[in-house]
Every structure is written in structure tokens, then in C-alpha cells.
């Protein structure tokens, strides 16, 4: 056994001794942190969110992943397919918000940082009729649209879209829309108020009547538009859970009767209207490739691409877990004026999300490989090997999006974001339909990480190293 050399005690007893008593000392600190140590404080909040939004996610994922099984068992690969392409409109119809939800998120972590909760209540009840005003003005839009008009049918054109009733179903989406959308603001309170976790219970409520819903509709043999109805209505409705959670925590509660007044509502639209074109290209973005896909290659792409994003989705899910928690802090240290513990973070969460992205794109691999054969044995949907490693890449890629993209939501810092958010919009509508319809699932992966490589990231991160010569030209000047 080769000895050690005198004088060198790489692990000796005292500095084990020592770390140990450091993280004791950090877990009490964390644990009842002092009430003068705001830092702790919102550490505290982000670590508890953390940890029961991680345990509702494991619930959600595996849900998830157990609907796709029966869900192909009952529709058929291509019928699948078809209702991935429609369904994933739910999430493309978010952005009419027009960043109302965010808008209301920041305004909370505005009120917290400056102590003024008591407000919460009549900004929520008066934010809450703006929105409701607009998701019904959408819906009458969206129906006479669907109903007046053949874009419908040019938009989800070809014989497998034919061989459903696809206004019926169309309808069925947006009234589900026209629901969801006012139900959105409490999941945006919850994280505005650094309680993530609230809005995770809620999401977690709306995975497991999913897959009771897909469940239901596959035993009692229902038809393709009543399969939509049961899928896409009872998890946007769970998320009144989050609304009966947050009551319980703010003392007073959260009275949905009281005084209302629209010109502050219209405030808080004012304040998300900066939002809007960024979270109308994550939308596009996310939910794109798969509407590009079932409409412009075939069902079996969308189905395929499908099984990926399920498997693929949790990891960044695991990391948007953490960022969700840490971007009302962010905003909310930045209003209390906390410079210190804000560049701290951000240095911390630039390293990590880098060292996230690449553990990502590892697994993301391997659970490709070993969950897909268990999900579904039909050849037409196992993935080829050039798409197992592109989509791999591309969800690393994604983390580290995701990551810049939240620091720079926390900082209200919005200029940069919105001229991409421009130039990718304008990508998506001309590259990505072509890249669907000529080259599938590889021509839709390769577009997307040339966009993230060669545009996204760059701009993002010049967002954040334009703020930290700001705060340190600041420091400087003081």
C-alpha cells in the first residue's frame, strides 16, 4: 500500500471534521434561517419548492409515460400521431395571455420585495377579469375562424386529418383553451410568491386525471372527438388546485369577491406586454416541431417525435423545476436592491446549467435506447440513430436556453430577448415546415440546433454579461 507523504493530509480526520461541521452549519442555516438573512430566507424557499416539485414530477413523469402505451393500444400509431398534432395547439394557444401571467408573476415578486402583499388580492381579482375578457373574445374568434373559414382545413390539410371530424375536435381545444387560460394566473402567483411547489401539486393533480381520462375514454370505446374532450379538459381544470392551495397561504386568503378595478389589470398587461413575443416563440418552439411534423411530414413522425419529447422533456423539466423557483427571487432580490447575493447566483447558475446541459444530453441518450422498445415495439415509430443523437444534443442545448433565458426573465431585462424572439418566429414559419416536409424528424433537430447554436444562446448570453457590467459599472459609481 503506498504511503503518504509527511505533511500531506488530503482527507485528514480534522478536515473531515470541519465540513462536516460546515454542512450542519449550512443545513441549520437553511433550515431556520435567521430572519434578518433574506439570502438564507429565499434559499430556504427555493430548496423546499425544489424538493416537493421533484417529487411531483416523478408522479407526473410516470403518468406521462404510461399514456402512451394505451393511448397507441386504443388510437393506432397514426390516429396517435394525428392527436399529438392537435392537442400540443393547447400549449401553442398560451401566448393570448399577451403576458398577463407574467406580467402578474413579477408584480408578486415586486409586492414581496417590497413588503406589500396585502395588495395581492385585488391586483389577482382585477388581472383575473382582464384575462377572462380576453380568453372569451379568443374563443368567439378561434370558433368563427373554425367554423367561417376553411383555415382549418388548409393548416391540417391531408387524409389522415380527413378521416376525423376535425371542427368538433378544434372546437373542443379551444374551449378548453378558453378555460385554462384564467386557471394559468395561480400557478404564476404561486411562483411569483417563491411556493413553486403549489403550482407542481396542481400540475401533478392534472397528470393523474390525464391518464385516468385517456384510461376512461380507451375502455369505454369513445370516439376520436370525445377522446380529445377527455384528455385535454381535466388537466387544465386541476389547476383550480392551486388556487385553493395558495388561499391556505396567504393569511386572509385569497377572496375571489371583491372590489375589481380593470385599469389594474390593464397594469399588470402592461407590465407582461414586454414578455409576449419571447413566450409566443417558446411556444412555437416547443410545440412547432411537433405541429410541423403531423402536418407537413406524416402522423408517424408526430407520433415518434412524440415518444422522444416524453422521454427527453423530464430533464429539462428537472432543471425548469429549479429555475422557476429562483427566477420571482431574482426579481424579487433585485427590487430589494440585494446586488451581492444576485451576481452569487448567477455566476452559480451560468456553471450549472452548462454542467446540467451536458449530464442531459448524455442520459437523454441511454433512456432513448432503453424506454422506447418498452413504450411501443411498432417498427414505423423506432427512432433511427441519427435521431437518437441529435435529439439528445438538442435537449442539452435546450437546458442551456432554458437556463439564460430564465435569468434574463428574472432581471426584466427584455430588449435583446425581444429582437430574437423576432428573428426566431420568422425562422420557424419559413425553415421549420420546410425542414418538416423535406427531411422529417433530422431536418426538424438540425434546424433547431442551428437556431440555438448560432443565434439563441449568443444573444442570451450577451443579455446576461451586459447586466453584470451594468451592476458592476453601478458598484463602482457608489
Known amino acids: 500500500m503506498p504511503r503518504i507523504a509527511e505533511g500531506v493530509a488530503p482527507c485528514s480526520a480534522p478536515n473531515r471534521r470541519s465540513m462536516v461541521a460546515r454542512a450542519a452549519g449550512l443545513w441549520k442555516k437553511l433550515k431556520s434561517p435567521p430572519e434578518n438573512d433574506i439570502g438564507a430566507q429565499r434559499w430556504r424557499k427555493i430548496f423546499v419548492s425544489l424538493g416537493s416539485t421533484f417529487s411531483s414530477r416523478v408522479l407526473a413523469q410516470g403518468c406521462n409515460l ?84 376553411n383555415i382549418a382545413f388548409t393548416i391540417f390539410q391531408g387524409t389522415h386529418f380527413a378521416a376525423i371530424n376535425l371542427r368538433d375536435a378544434l372546437v373542443v381545444i379551444a374551449a378548453a383553451f378558453m378555460l385554462g387560460l384564467p386557471l394559468s394566473l395561480f400557478p404564476r402567483i404561486a411562483f411569483g410568491l417563491q411556493q413553486g411547489w403549489i403550482s407542481s401539486v396542481a400540475a401533478t393533480c392534472g397528470t393523474v386525471l390525464s391518464l385516468l381520462a385517456v384510461l376512461t375514454a380507451s375502455l369505454l370505446r369513445v370516439d376520436f372527438t370525445s377522446f380529445v374532450a377527455f384528455t385535454v379538459v381535466p388537466p387544465i381544470a386541476a389547476q383550480a388546485v392551486g388556487y385553493f392551495l395558495l388561499a391556505r397561504r ?29 413566450q409566443v416563440t417558446g411556444a412555437v418552439l416547443m410545440q412547432g416541431p411537433m405541429i410541423f411534423l403531423g402536418t407537413q411530414s406524416s402522423p408517424f413522425s408526430a407520433a415518434t417525435y412524440s415518444i422522444l419529447t416524453r422521454i427527453g422533456t423530464p430533464f429539462q423539466q428537472l432543471q425548469q423545476m429549479f429555475l422557476a423557483q429562483i427566477w420571482p427571487a431574482i426579481t424579487e432580490a433585485m427590487h430589494r436592491g440585494d ?9 452559480r447558475i451560468s456553471r450549472a446549467n452548462l454542467l446540467f446541459g451536458s449530464f442531459a444530453a448524455t442520459f437523454v441518450a441511454f433512456a432513448v435506447l432503453w424506454l422506447f422498445p418498452l413504450l411501443t415495439r411498432d417498427i414505423a415509430l423506432k427512432p433511427s440513430w441519427p435521431v437518437v443523437v441529435l435529439y439528445s444534443v438538442h435537449v442539452g442545448i435546450m437546458c442551456v436556453v432554458q437556463g439564460l433565458s430564465n435569468i434574463a426573465n428574472g432581471l426584466c431585462r427584455m430588449q435583446l ?61 457608489q
Open 66 to 149: 404510461l399514456m402512451v402505451p394505451i393511448a397507441l393500444r386504443y388510437l393506432g400509431a397514426e390516429r396517435f400521431g394525428v392527436w399529438m398534432t392537435l392537442t400540443s395547439s393547447v400549449s401553442l394557444l398560451s401566448f393570448f395571455d399577451f403576458g398577463i401571467g407574467i406580467g402578474l408573476q413579477n408584480r408578486v415578486a415586486e409586492m414581496m420585495g417590497k413588503e406589500r402583499l396585502d395588495q395581492l388580492g385585488f391586483c389577482m381579482r382585477s388581472t383575473l377579469a382582464v384575462l377572462v375578457s380576453i380568453s372569451v373574445f379568443v374563443f368567439v374568434a378561434v370558433t368563427f375562424f373554425i367554423f367561417g373559414t
Open 250 to 278: 396567504i393569511p386572509g386568503g385569497l377572496p375571489m369577491l371583491g372590489p375589481v378595478s380593470f385599469g389594474e389589470g390593464l397594469e399588470t398587461l402592461k407590465q407582461g406586454a414586454h414578455y409576449v413575443l419571447p
Open 339 to 347: 446586488t451581492e447575493w444576485l451576481k452569487k447566483t448567477l455566476r
Open 417 to 477: 430577448q425581444n429582437y430574437l424572439a423576432a428573428l426566431s418566429v420568422t425562422f420557424a414559419a419559413t425553415v421549420l415546415p420546410f425542414a418538416a416536409g423535406g427531411y422529417g424528424i433530422n431536418g426538424v433537430l438540425s434546424a433547431m440546433l442551428g437556431l440555438n447554436c448560432l443565434l439563441t444562446i449568443p444573444f442570451l448570453y450577451w443579455e446576461y454579461v451586459l447586466y453584470l457590467r451594468h451592476t458592476e459599472q453601478t458598484s463602482s459609481t
